[in-house]
């Protein structure tokens, strides 16, 4: 009896994506299934980046069809699609950049800069372009979590900057303009308009994700941001106390305002263990994360220890995530970047550029 396509379609539906939690036939990942006698080969697109997970994902679909009867060599090719996703209506596209994923907080102090390169960096690791942007401009960190501190980006036709580059990731903030000690003595108008030459001014090239690291609070700059700027989904940052938390609601009603989707609320400084002895405490306080996910219907991403090491890394220039990427925190932050890059997956694709503009003449 000869194999068909149906069978072989049949034997992946037993096959789940770990990371979707769809199997692949009906989460339309498998393609090109190709039938030589009773050899079989198929492709397997992901659409998000997941470079630690190819190699389980093939031996998975790999088994799935063995199971089917006479089956001879399999041949399964797996790899990463990454596309333009959906923005706000009325938002154009930024030429090159595929999703841009806003990280904010409504208040400061809650480890958003951080989260927010080790989130870049864990994307970039699972096979990504990534670039990232310092939004926060009376409080740049990135040029020093990044190991950049000190050096400017270079313009090559006196219209466009080139983004400095750390480990994979393209970076730019306005701490490369200014000297380290220098107070940005801003009105909002001016912060709004350095972000827009920020973002519309950096030679990108292709990426595949800008995570924009916002500025802490709901004024104007953020505003101007949901408004201007065509961001795919946003990410917020807590921590469990209260206090972060009521200003985290602020945070997350402002994008609903605007139509900009939350991906997904991610919870810092959840639990310290104690160096010394082990003991684990719940220093500010316990499930605020959780239960601000369950009031709004978001998603909980994942929760993060308060560790001297996470702080220590990033004031150093080496974040987590490169700094110690076998550790279990570099393993959190890489299951939240992959998370996020399925929930934008998951989302309708931009369609703008497959349709005509129509312009209305009176003749």
Known sequence: ????????????????????????????????????????????????????????????????????????????????????????????????VK???????????VGKSTTAVNLALALAQEGAKVGILDADIYGPSQPQMLGLAGQQPESKDGQSMEPLEAYGVKAMSIGFMVDVETPMVWRG??????????????????????????????????????????????????TPQDIALIDARKGLKMFEKVNIPILG??????????????????????????????????????????????????????PTVVGEPESRTAEIYRAIARRIAVKIAEKAKDMSSKFPNIVVQHT
């Open 265 to 318: 609320i991610v919870e810092n400084m959840s639990i310290h263990i104690c160096s010394k002895c082990g003991h684990e405490e719940h220093i500010f306080g316990e499930g605020g994360g959780t239960q601000m996910c369950e009031d709004y219907g978001v998603e909980f991403l994942g929760s993060l220890p308060l560790e001297m090491a996470i702080r220590m890394m990033a004031d150093g220039g080496k």
């Open 99 to 109: 999703n841009i994923i806003a990280v904010a907080s409504g208040k400061g102090g």
């Open 189 to 238: 108008p001016m912060v709004a308009q350095a972000l827009d030459q920020m973002l519309g001014q950096t030679n990108w090239g292709d990426v595949d994700y800008l995570i924009v690291d916002m500025p802490p609070g709901t004024g104007d700059i953020q505003l101007s941001m949901a408004q201007k700027v065509p961001v795919t989904g946003a990410v917020i940052v807590t």
């Open 1 to 96: 009896m000869s194999l068909s396509e149906q069978q072989v379609k049949a034997a992946l539906t037993a096959a789940v994506d770990p990371n979707t939690g769809k199997d692949f036939v009906s989460g339309k990942a498998v393609k090109n299934i190709k039938i030589d006698g009773d050899d079989v080969a198929f492709d397997v697109e992901l659409g998000y980046p997941a470079k630690s997970q190819i190699d389980a994902i093939r031996k998975q679909v790999i088994a799935a069809v063995k199971a089917v009867p006479g089956v001879g060599n399999i041949s399964a090719n797996v790899y990463s699609k990454i596309v333009a996703h959906s923005v706000q209506l009325g938002v154009k596209l930024l030429p090159g």
